[in-house]
């Protein structure tokens, strides 16, 4: 690795692969791996965050779909929020999708058979429908309190896993 002075703060180069023999070498190649790593699992947390906002932004208004849709709630954008980040990084981040009825709705689609819709609504409230095959189905409505249920957890494992 390089340092070298860009604009006065110091600028990297390093290598793609690991060309040293050393403990410290392979110390620092697993080190990257796992900055790396960290960044993959971050980086579709943000992108989901990043699109939360724009629907939210783009549906605060009666009528946002061109009908009488109500405005997404602040408590329900919130709490979506709260759910978003309480994910672990090993689950998939879920499609954001605004609710005529001013809900946010997370979903999970994996082809045929293998879905999950989570509408988050007003005090916390999460009404879910997962299709989980051809015969196994189920809902359920429960508060959210910040701590993802291991129920909807395993719900979103089983749906992504298959």
């Known amino acids: 690795m390089t340092t070298t002075t860009i604009m006065g703060l110091p600028s990297f180069s ?27 699992r971050v980086a579709p947390r943000d992108s989901t965050l990043a699109d939360l906002s724009r ?3 783009e549906c605060r208004a009666e009528g946002w779909d061109g009908y009488s849709a109500r405005p997404i ?21 879920p499609d954001v999708v605004p609710e005529p009825d001013g809900e946010l709705s997370l979903e999970w689609d994996f082809g045929e058979w293998r ?16 299709l989980l095959g051809k ?6 409505s429960e508060i959210f309190d910040d701590v993802i249920s291991p129920e909807i957890l395993s ?8």
């Open 73 to 93: 709630s602040p408590e329900a954008y919130h709490a979506a929020v709260r759910f978003i980040l309480a994910l672990p990084a090993v689950l998939p981040m």
């Open 135 to 140: 015969e196994k189905r189920g809902t359920r």
């Open 55 to 57: 629907i939210y932004s």
């Open 115 to 130: 879905a999950l819709s989570l509408s988050i609504g007003r005090g916390g409230r999460i009404a879910y429908a997962a």
């Open 155 to 162: 719900t979103i494992w089983e749906v992504a896993h298959g």
């Open 14 to 40: 390093a290598r793609l692969f690991n060309t040293g023999a050393s403990k410290d070498a392979k110390r620092l190649e697993d080190f990257l791996a796992n900055v790396l790593t960290s960044y993959r």
